[in-house]
């Protein structure tokens, strides 16, 4: 019965590896589409979101059928529930590519970035890149290294959507109300992303340490024995 439940756990971490692959991909074709206009890179996005939420779905009745079959306590079954929370954070991260991605095909043949914060949303971009790339090494090694960066780079972005808001709530300001409105949701959009990568990054510390905090001090890390199966 041991092995039949390792076995489901490698399954739902492949799954879960899998689905942060297509995040980075859909968080890397939205930031591009909302940056260049690119109307045909946004509609990707969106008709791919369908399948981050079918995979979702799977790892989260993957977990229910373990959950019911195997009847896990302690340890494992705080793995099983935080697979679940972090499928559902992942998908929520496929949601927000997908927003980035409307906003650009809503302004399409504009662009959907106001004047004076092209640099700021490319950085914001780059950096959300750069969170889901690291999320899925994370997941794929349980390597707290991985989830001390994804908290690094979430502060820097928090940093640039505060500056978003000074901008354009500031008169020096020229875009109108539909530029206002685009700026802050856009912003919001990146910054709940990283946000919900942190989330993770929490969940697997915590599986790894048991501190609920996110410490990834290297000191713990190091001590950490590296396992398979979704920090078993």
């Given at each position: 019965?041991?092995?039949?439940?390792?076995?489901?756990?490698?399954?739902?971490?492949?799954?879960?590896?899998?689905?942060?692959?297509?995040?980075?991909?859909?968080?890397?074709?939205?930031?591009?589409?909302?940056?260049?206009?690119?109307?045909?890179?946004?509609?990707?996005?969106?008709?791919?979101?369908?399948?981050?939420?079918?995979?979702?779905?799977?790892?989260?009745?993957?977990?229910?059928?373990?959950?019911?079959?195997?009847?896990?306590?302690?340890?494992?079954?705080?793995?099983?529930?935080?697979?679940?929370?972090?499928?559902?954070?992942?998908?929520?991260?496929?949601?927000?590519?997908?927003?980035?991605?409307?906003?650009a095909r809503s302004r399409f043949p504009e662009r959907a970035i106001p004047k004076g914060l092209k640099?700021?949303?490319?950085?914001?971009?780059?950096?959300?890149?750069?969170?889901?790339?690291?999320?899925?090494?994370?997941?794929?090694?349980?390597d707290l290294a991985f989830a001390a960066q994804i908290r690094d780079a979430d502060d820097l972005i928090?940093?640039?959507?505060?500056?978003?808001?000074?901008?354009?709530?500031?008169?020096?300001?020229?875009?109108?109300?539909?530029?206002?409105?685009?700026?802050?949701?856009?912003?919001?959009?990146?910054?709940?992303?990283?946000?919900?990568?942190?989330?993770?990054?929490?969940?697997?510390?915590?599986?790894?340490?048991?501190?609920?905090?996110?410490?990834?001090?290297?000191?713990?890390?190091?001590?950490?024995?590296?396992?398979?199966?979704?920090?078993?």
């Amino acid at each position: 019965m041991r092995e039949v439940f390792h076995q489901a756990l490698e399954d739902i971490q492949t799954r879960l590896v899998e689905i942060a692959e297509l995040v980075t991909v859909a968080i890397d074709k939205a930031t591009i589409a909302f940056e260049t206009g690119d109307v045909s890179l946004a509609e990707e996005v969106i008709a791919d979101d369908a399948r981050i939420d079918e995979l979702a779905l799977s790892v989260d009745e993957l977990a229910i059928d373990t959950l019911a079959m195997q009847q896990p306590v302690a340890r494992d079954l705080r793995i099983i529930v935080s697979a679940l929370r972090t499928s559902a954070s992942l998908e929520r991260m496929g949601d927000l590519a997908e927003h980035i991605a409307q906003l650009a095909r809503s302004r399409f043949p504009e662009r959907a970035i106001p004047k004076g914060l092209k640099s700021t949303f490319v950085k914001m971009g780059k950096l959300d890149v750069s969170v889901a790339r690291t999320l899925v090494e994370l997941l794929r090694t349980q390597d707290l290294a991985f989830a001390a960066q994804i908290r690094d780079a979430d502060d820097l972005i928090d940093e640039l959507h505060a500056t978003v808001y000074e901008k354009v709530l500031s008169e020096a300001f020229s875009g109108d109300v539909g530029h206002v409105i685009d700026a802050a949701l856009a912003s919001r959009y990146h910054e709940r992303f990283g946000d919900h990568a942190v989330s993770i990054a929490k969940k697997i510390v915590y599986l790894a340490t048991g501190d609920w905090t996110g410490s990834t001090d290297p000191e713990i890390a190091a001590a950490d024995e590296r396992t398979s199966h979704f920090g078993v």
